[in-house]
């Protein structure tokens, strides 16, 4: 019942996560479904063995300070995983999401085209939002892929912890991960900017500093690309304004109206057979009429931009919904369930 036999079982089934936790198996996520990868029930003293077969005894002691901590892991055979150790009710448990060993071309991942053109610039700030799960990490991988491949640049990424790889083409790429290369974000980010950088990647915008720091290194010339836990561009936009002093609202609103190039928001949901998951996707890119309603703190007003700038590429939530309806991807009780405009939407799909 080791931590190894059963990420090699996860692998063989195609999963997407794995759960360790007391008192129950260890289970695999397929899809929407979870599938027991242990025949007995795991009690709190085999999975600290299996904790301790991942990282050692000596950070056993960091857990019990934190409460959990983040790793990346790599099997001999080259499979890796992202880790999250964590204490609940005073046991160890585990949650692991499985990374593919390769990254998937754009072309796999279903993505609206309009997202090549983000890798087409030369600076401000992209973001990539959604809930845990969403395909974020995947999808910002893809985008770095494209650039490593097409461009000459030097790209920096932060990362906590890394999951894919990597491997220098026409760019050069320095991957540095969180507890390992650098402290925080914030520290990596602001040496980051001292190391001749063209594209940045950070793993996740956490806080205010980071955030503050990011939209600088965007004004400054470089592209940057990130990512936060945020579904729609709205709702993206004003978690990133009110994470500031209501008396730097206004300067960060004008700020990020100038840096921002995008915002793309995307969900993954089961399809219509229930066999995979399909991505939805909401994509914003900004236009004079979407920078000016920035400025004015007039974001509720975006919503209605997004739905008539087809032809600039781009897409609301709820008309990707309804595409992947009326094209048998999805069902309808899908659809109407991660909707935004109910009214809206059961125009589309009522008949």
Same mark, same amino acid.
């Given at each position: 019942m080791d931590i190894f036999s059963i990420l090699k079982k996860a692998i063989n089934l195609e999963a997407s996560d794995v759960h360790i936790i007391e008192g129950t198996y260890a289970k695999a996520r397929i899809v929407n479904k979870f599938v027991n990868l242990t025949e007995n029930i795991l009690s709190g003293l085999d999975i600290k063995n299996m904790v301790v077969e991942l990282i050692g005894y000596d950070k056993l002691e960091r857990i019990q300070e934190k409460g959990q901590i983040d790793i990346s892991y790599c099997l001999q055979t080259g499979e890796r995983f992202r880790i999250n150790i964590y204490l609940q009710r005073g046991y160890y448990s585990l949650s692991i999401r499985l990374i593919k060993k390769y990254i998937p071309p754009f072309e796999s991942l279903n993505l609206p085209p309009s997202l090549l053109d983000f890798t087409k610039k030369k600076k401000g700030l992209i973001l990539i939002t959604g809930p845990t799960g969403s395909g974020k990490s995947t999808t910002l991988a893809s985008l770095i892929d494209i650039i490593n491949h097409t461009k000459q640049s030097h790209i920096i990424t932060l990362e906590d912890p890394i999951e894919y790889i990597h491997y220098h083409d026409k760019s050069i790429i320095s991957q540095r991960e969180v507890g390992k290369d650098l402290i925080n974000f914030n520290e990596g980010l602001v040496s980051a900017l001292r190391q001749d950088p063209d594209v940045i990647l950070i793993g996740e915008m956490r806080d205010t500093q980071t955030i503050s720091i990011a939209l600088r290194?965007?004004?400054?010339?470089?592209?940057?690309?990130?990512?936060?836990?945020?579904?729609?561009?709205?709702?993206?936009?004003? =978690?990133?304004?009110?994470? $500031?002093?209501?008396?730097?609202?206004?300067? @960060?609103?004008?700020? $990020?109206?100038? !840096?921002?190039?995008?915002?793309?928001?995307?969900?993954?949901?089961?399809?219509?057979?229930?066999?995979?998951? @399909? !991505?939805?996707?909401?994509?914003? @890119? *900004?236009? *004079?009429?979407? =920078?000016?309603?920035? =400025?004015?703190?007039? @974001? /509720?007003?975006?919503?209605?931009?997004?739905?008539?700038?087809?032809?600039?590429?781009?897409?609301?939530?709820?008309?990707?919904?309804?595409?992947?309806?009326?094209?048998?991807?999805?069902?309808?009780? !899908?659809?109407?369930?991660?909707?935004?405009? /109910?009214?809206?939407?059961?125009? $589309?799909?009522?008949?």
């Open positions: 290194a965007a004004e400054t010339g470089h592209l940057v690309l990130s990512t936060l836990h945020t579904i729609g561009s709205a709702k993206t936009i004003d =978690r990133i304004i009110d994470s $500031f002093p209501s008396n730097q609202q206004e300067q @960060i609103r004008c700020q $990020f109206s100038t !840096v921002c190039e995008g915002i793309i928001s995307q969900q993954l949901l089961p399809s219509k057979d229930e066999m995979n998951n @399909i !991505v939805a996707t909401e994509v914003m @890119i *900004p236009n *004079p009429a979407i =920078r000016n309603l920035i =400025r004015e703190n007039k @974001i /509720y007003q975006i919503k209605n931009c997004i739905q008539t700038g087809l032809k600039q590429g781009m897409q609301s939530m709820d008309q990707d919904l309804i595409r992947l309806f009326k094209e048998g991807k999805i069902s309808k009780e !899908v659809v109407l369930n991660n909707c935004t405009d /109910y009214e809206y939407v059961n125009r $589309f799909i009522s008949n």
